[in-house]
């Protein structure tokens, strides 16, 4: 048995503002993930209340969905499974404050790339269309526990796919061709 990891490292530019929104959701994805995790349903009072403090422009980004109690389940929509919100990443934000274009340092061992994707699409509007690649470890040596992929996000889709699917279908094509 072997323990898998998402590894991922890169840059993206960013406006201040972007920057500032990026750095909020990582703290409110912190914050969800520790804070209210434990949050019975009579407790919603307490999420609505954070969510409330949060900028405006997080309630734009990510607005309270009419047919939801919950305010935040927009970003929480950034997870496959909203009840582990954690984008399991580093965020490093560098440059001048005042310049028109920072850069947004995100890397870590145990990514949730596909949130990350997701939050970048949202988020980074100015970089779009960006790509990033993710690698895939393991802590052992065994067949198949090597790979990685790649993301490519523009302002209506997010592309993309695991490095073993690109060559299955690649191997596909050309044993067809072989035939």
Same mark, same amino acid.
Request: aromatic share 10%; hydrophobic share 45%; net charge negative.
């Given at each position: 048995m072997a323990n898998?990891? $998402?590894?991922? =490292?890169?840059?993206? !530019?960013?406006?201040?503002?972007? #920057? *500032? $929104? $990026?750095?909020?959701? @990582?703290?409110?994805? =912190?914050q969800l993930s520790s804070d209210f995790a434990e949050l019975s349903s009579d407790s919603l009072q307490a999420v609505k209340t954070c969510y409330a403090s949060l900028s405006e422009a997080f309630r734009n980004t990510f607005p309270?969905? !009419?047919? +939801?109690?919950?305010? @935040? #389940?927009d970003f929480l929509d950034l997870w496959s499974d909203p009840g582990f919100?954690?984008?399991? =990443?580093? *965020?490093?934000?560098?440059?001048?404050?005042? #310049?028109?274009?920072? @850069?947004? @340092?995100?890397?870590?061992? +145990?990514?949730?790339?596909?949130? *990350? =994707?997701? $939050?970048?699409?949202?988020v980074c509007k100015s970089a *779009? !269309?960006?790509g990033f690649q993710w690698a895939e470890v393991a802590d052992k040596d065994i067949a198949g526990a090597f790979g990685g992929g790649y993301y490519v996000v523009t302002d209506t889709e997010i592309f993309g796919g695991s490095t073993r699917w690109l060559m299955a279908e690649t191997l596909q094509t050309a044993r067809a061709g072989a035939t």
């Open positions: 898998h990891y $998402l590894q991922t =490292a890169f840059a993206i !530019p960013v406006t201040p503002a972007e #920057a *500032l $929104l $990026l750095k909020e959701c @990582f703290a409110v994805s =912190a309270k969905k !009419p047919e +939801e109690e919950d305010p @935040f #389940a919100p954690e984008f399991d =990443a580093d *965020l490093i934000i560098q440059g001048d404050p005042e #310049a028109r274009t920072q @850069f947004a @340092f995100i890397s870590g061992h +145990e990514v949730d790339v596909p949130a *990350l =994707a997701s $939050l970048i699409q949202k *779009l !269309p960006f």
